[in-house]
């Protein structure tokens, strides 16, 4: 079966096409062929531009264990409404995946559930070194160094270093260092004031966790990702460690600060905290300066109930999977970046990243997974309209210019915005699991 996309603006990884591609079955065949190019279908892309799959590298979509929150179903169908057509998600669920055995279950629940492509990470304890040798079916390794209970707390040097040593995935780490959290926490006991969050997770929290995590991946040369990156002081240690470290940075900690407590109160409250507008800015020209490659999500829903709970005892965490590819198109409408810098941050780099098989960029050979993009689409993101369970954003009310209309995943349409402003979603589950291609390897940033 052939599909010939016609008169789009390609999204290419150096260059902006104004032609046509070719895809077959669940492959992209050819790229600037023809528009008379004999094919099954035709899809006219007129004034749009299509440009590869999102993938999202940090979700957590509680399934299995707290599907009150979110289920795959539902998690699924906001990825594809927001041109995500691959995730990766983290090992907390419960039970949580911290074996061989349950990283398998976790892939065979998705294999039926899922309307675009999943993989899962395996989660490190202090004392599971062994499963983490075994595992082969995931892109990596994430450690809780800081923000987590139970066994996926992994605070204890001994042990940090023996994953390090005795591991060969590439690792990412939530970084938080505990110490300095409790600290602040006995110094602000008592304190009900949302904004405290950011004070005892602090800059300074961040920092020291990350060093320290740098530090292990440069001394055992193991390749490590610093997920959802917070503060400006954290860029140069990571981009100094290049050779072995990447990192990552979220729409929360790009677009929120500080300042939006007294406007949004728990609704922002996230684990690394949102911290100033100083930051924002920095952490954003590290992306436009390559020093940080990865834009992500770290979707983490959790209901409007429990969010409104007083503080300290609401749940850190929000849904970001189906906006986040229109808040960066919004950027690209606003001039502060283009559309081959979002593709790449969200796209190619993950790709690269976490060695998944043919996917991240529009080449010949690649799987088709697709998004249309129409940059001139105006929209006013709802609750009302959110496909996660959770039912809420915390940009509800935010009007953003560019939107995905369109999204493919294997050769196959999942969403679609239809004409009358309906959304079109696909009835099978027409995800697959991601394969990735391992190898040794450092210097992931060039």
């Known amino acids: 079966m052939k599909t010939l996309f016609i008169n789009a603006q390609l999204v290419c990884p150096t260059e902006i096409l104004e032609g046509n591609l070719l895809i077959e079955n669940e492959r992209i065949i050819d790229i600037d062929v023809p528009s008379d190019t004999p094919a099954d279908h035709r899809v006219d892309l007129t004034g749009k531009y299509l440009m590869p799959g999102v993938i999202d590298d940090q979700v957590h979509f509680r399934e299995p264990g707290l599907t009150h929150k979110e289920d795959l179903q539902h998690a699924t169908r906001a990825c594809a409404r927001g041109g995500v057509t691959s995730f990766l998600e983290m090992p907390n669920t419960n039970p949580a995946t911290i074996t061989v055995q349950a990283l398998h279950d976790k892939l065979k629940l998705a294999s039926d559930r899922c309307l675009v492509n999943y993989g899962f990470y395996i989660g490190a304890t202090c004392d599971n070194v062994h499963e983490l040798q075994k595992a082969q079916r995931t892109p990596g390794i994430k450690i809780f160094i800081g923000s987590s209970t139970g066994d996926l707390l992994v605070d ?98 790009l677009f929120f600060n500080v300042d939006d407590y007294d406007r949004l109160g728990s609704l922002v409250k996230m684990n690394p905290s949102i911290k100033h507008k100083s930051d924002n800015e920095a ?28 503080y300290p005892g609401c749940p850190s965490g929000l849904p970001a999977v189906e906006n986040s590819l229109a808040l960066m198109l919004n950027e690209v409408n606003q001039g502060r970046c283009t559309i081959q810098q979002v593709a790449s941050w969200m796209c190619e780099a993950p ?31 709802r609750n009302q309209d959110q496909q996660t369970k959770c039912g809420w954003s915390p940009w509800d009310g935010t009007t953003l210019t560019g939107w995905p209309v369109q999204t493919w995943v294997m050769g196959k349409p999942v969403f679609r915005r239809e004409a009358d402003g309906t959304d079109w979603f696909a009835s099978e589950c027409l995800g697959q699991e991601i394969e990735y291609q391992h190898a040794d390897k450092t210097n992931m940033a060039n």
């Open 156 to 253: 204890q040097q001994e042990a940090l270093e023996r994953i390090f040593a005795e591991t060969s995935l590439t690792i990412c780490a939530h970084c938080e260092d505990e110490t300095t959290i409790r600290e602040n926490q006995a110094r602000y006991q008592g304190d009900t004031d949302i904004a405290t969050h950011s004070r005892i997770r602090d800059h300074r929290a961040a920092l020291i966790s990350t060093q320290r995590a740098i530090d292990l991946a440069v001394r055992h040369k193991h390749r490590f990702h610093v997920l959802h990156v917070s503060t400006a002081a954290e860029i140069d240690p990571i981009y100094t460690a290049r050779e072995f470290v990447t990192a990552e940075v979220c729409p929360h900690h």
């Open 283 to 310: 952490l954003f020209q590290a992306l436009l300066d390559g020093k940080i490659e990865v834009l992500a999500t770290d979707h983490a829903p959790h209901t409007q109930e429990e969010k409104s709970q007083p």
């Open 351 to 381: 790709a690269r990243v976490w060695d998944i098989a043919r996917k991240g960029r529009l080449a010949v050979g690649f799987d088709a997974d697709l998004t249309v993009v129409d940059l001139a689409h105006s929209e006013t993101i």
